[in-house]
T-cell receptor
Framework: ETGVTQSPTHLIKTRGQQVTLRCSSQ?????VSWYQQALGQGPQFIFQ???????GRGNFPPRFSGLQFPNYSSELNVNALELDDSALYLC????????????FGPGTRLLVL | EDQVTQSPEALRLQEGESSSLNCSYT??????LFWYRQDPGKGPEFLFT???AGEEKEKERLKATLTKKESFLHITAPKPEDSATYLC?????????????FGTGTQLKVEL
């Protein structure tokens, strides 16, 4: 167990809808990173938040947005869902901004119909 | 743009049959190269970080090495519990914030 939890575990949405995915980090971990993993592919970095500020972003459009809260929880919001957004969404928390010490949650599997 | 290519895509070994997984990368400047293990239905689990060419790290039956263009994950005398997908990722020395680029992974199956 990594101490990182995500909710919900599975989710089905319709194209055009909006979705919010949640992550609860380990206590004391000030950084959360979000990834999208399509079936059979490696994770793709969406963005990283450090102390509630965005600290890096991958090649994802603005309809992917995030929030990080002082209580070690965070959210990934995706607007105007597209079929290609169907994937496993992973969050990872770490004490600092380096990737070596990040611990991944089990992920939320999103299906867009 | 940073690129990571892993080979082979899949590998089947007999228990005790040693082999190597390859990770080729292209980055403007390497800050770190990471190896992760991912089991089905779970998030990746950190294995190693390598920072400079010539560096090596070991953990049980696994050994990771790094050159200026690629990294190898050597598996010595593997056991069935080593079966998993092994992912390689790079972090570049660029401005504009942190970013991690993953390869597509090598799916390893170790049979008795």
């Amino acid at each position: 167990e990594t101490g990182v939890t995500q909710s919900p575990t599975h989710l089905i949405k319709t194209r055009g809808q909006q979705v919010t995915l949640r992550c609860s980090s380990q206590s004391g971990h000030n950084t959360v990173s979000w990834y999208q993993q399509a079936l059979g592919q490696g994770p793709q970095f969406i963005f990283q938040y450090y102390r509630e500020e965005e600290n890096g972003r991958g090649n994802f459009p603005p309809r992917f947005s995030g929030l990080q809260f002082p209580n070690y929880s965070s959210e990934l919001n995706v607007n105007a869902l597209e079929l290609d957004d169907s994937a496993l969404y992973l969050c990872a928390s770490s004490p600092g901004v380096d990737f070596e010490t990040q611990y991944f949650g089990p992920g939320t599997r999103l299906l867009v119909l | 743009e940073d690129q990571v290519t892993q080979s082979p895509e899949a590998l089947r070994l007999q228990e005790g049959e040693s082999s190597s997984l390859n990770c080729s990368y292209t980055v403007s400047g390497l800050r770190g190269l990471f190896w992760y293990r991912q089991d089905p239905g779970k998030g990746p689990e950190f294995l190693f970080t390598l920072y400079s060419a010539g560096e090596e790290k070991e953990k049980e039956r696994l050994k990771a090495t790094l050159t200026k263009k690629e990294s190898f994950l050597h598996i010595t005398a593997p056991k069935p519990e080593d079966s998993a997908t092994y992912l390689c990722a790079v972090q570049a020395l660029t401005g504009g914030g942190n970013k991690l680029t993953f390869g597509t992974g090598t799916q390893l199956k170790v049979e008795l």
